[in-house]
């Protein structure tokens, strides 16, 4: 079923729709707006592929808008209504927000599981852009464990859809993270040679030059690279165009990962002046989103840096707030995982349900088609043979 056709409803139900998608990413105000009218309406005519539609954009607007007792509540809500219309690419799309969230809070267990959970949907139902991504966010979170075998592996699933797919939406980004995945997975094992040829495939088929957010990934691996390969003038060559492009303003929490493996590595070998400015841009992000869990990480290397430099006045009051931090998080993550816990217990009990269900349908079936006294095929059984054959 494709998510965007609705051709059956009327001009105000299209109108709306139209409303929703134009003001996605907009328009925040707008598009709860759009979405509460479709609720209101998909309720009224008991409508699920209205609300779980409406539901889905209105979670994903508040996903956007970092306001996650928002974007799970509409989630939840939104997923029975999903699930009973069918609307698979917008079960497949629900997880795997719902894994980026749990991510995003440093809950990297119930990430997977969503994240899995997501690409049963992609595989059941070939849901090739969406499994895409998926595959690579599975790919990403194994190499924060630096298991680069499993890495490798989703890297790979990822790229061999889109190379079945030449036509899909945003193919060139995809390939690029993708590339880029693999080159990270062979540092990781120090091949370097291996890593470098996927560096230039990321270069070529992501067509860097016209991205200047994948130029400064590209760039930021490029240094990590280098430093292992020992080729410290071209890392140091590397290390300019990232200061350069770091002035500009980029969305750095799509690329938070690589960034900070790029600071870590600024630390290491004691650029201290560039690592500050990567690391105020940083915290600015991870603040303005109220992110804690990246807050703690960038704290992390403060630490380290205070400790090197014999900082101790700078090292107890970065210490003191990753305390702080901590301690708020594991408030966070105790409401985190009652929600995710709801969720999962709201989705079991919806399937069993919708089981007995169709068991039921099934029943009444099959007593409508046969005699009660005889157990033989009914009157209304014989027509629908009948028209069959």
């Known amino acids: 079923m494709d998510i965007l056709d609705f051709k059956e409803y009327g001009q105000n139900v299209q109108g709306i729709i139209n409303g929703i998608l134009s003001s996605r990413g907009v328009n925040a105000k707008e598009l709860t707006a759009y979405c509460d009218r479709l609720i209101d309406y998909g309720k009224k005519t008991k409508d699920n592929r209205l609300l779980g539609f409406a539901y889905f954009f209105r979670a994903e607007n508040f996903y956007v808008l970092n306001q996650t007792d928002e974007f799970l509540r509409n989630i939840m809500t939104g997923l029975q209504y999903i699930d009973a219309s069918g609307q698979w690419e917008l079960m497949a799309r629900s997880y795997n927000l719902m894994g980026i969230t749990s991510i995003n809070r440093g809950n990297a267990p119930f990430a997977m599981d969503y994240y899995l959970t997501s690409l049963k949907y992609c595989q059941l139902h070939q849901l090739d852009e969406i499994g895409t991504i998926v595959n690579l966010n599975i790919g990403t979170l194994y190499m924060d464990f630096n298991d680069y075998q499993q890495a490798t592996r989703y890297f790979e699933a990822g790229l061999g859809i889109l190379n079945q797919y030449p036509d899909l939406p945003g193919?060139?980004?995809?390939?690029?993270?993708?590339?880029?995945?693999?080159?990270?997975?062979?540092?990781?094992?120090?091949?370097?040679?291996?890593?470098?040829?996927?560096?230039?495939?990321?270069?070529?088929?992501?067509?860097?030059?016209?991205?200047?957010?994948?130029?400064?990934?590209?760039?930021?691996?490029?240094?990590?690279?280098?430093?292992?390969?020992?080729?410290?003038?071209?890392?140091?060559?590397?290390?300019?165009?990232?200061?350069?492009?770091?002035?500009?303003?980029?969305?750095?929490?799509?690329?938070?990962?690589?960034?900070?493996?790029?600071?870590?590595?600024?630390?290491?070998?004691?650029?201290?002046?560039?690592?500050?400015?990567i690391l105020e841009k940083l915290e600015y992000v991870t603040k303005q989103s109220n992110l804690r869990h990246l807050e703690k990480r960038i704290l992390s290397l403060k630490i380290k840096y205070y400790k090197n430099f014999g900082d101790r006045a700078g090292y107890l009051q970065a210490a003191g707030l990753y305390f702080e931090i901590s301690d708020m998080m594991e408030k966070e993550n105790r409401f985190m995982i009652g929600k995710m816990l709801d969720i999962r217990s709201f989705l079991e009990e919806s399937a069993r349900k919708q089981k007995l269900m169709r068991e039921q349908n099934m029943e009444l079936r099959q007593r409508s088609e046969t005699d009660a006294l005889t157990g033989l095929s009914n009157r209304f059984r014989l027509n629908v043979k009948a028209q069959e054959a």
């Open 171 to 277: 193919r060139e980004g995809l390939m690029f993270t993708a590339y880029i995945g693999l080159a990270g997975a062979c540092l990781l094992r120090n091949d370097l040679m291996q890593g470098r040829s996927y560096m230039s495939l990321a270069k070529r088929e992501g067509k860097i030059e016209d991205d200047p957010v994948s130029r400064l990934v590209y760039h930021c691996f490029e240094a990590r690279i280098h430093e292992e390969e020992k080729k410290f003038s071209l890392r140091d060559e590397a290390i300019k165009m990232v200061s350069k492009l770091v002035e500009g303003n980029y969305p750095l929490l799509d690329i938070f990962e690589d960034v900070y493996r790029y600071a870590e590595l600024l630390l290491r070998i004691e650029r201290y002046e560039e690592l500050w400015v």
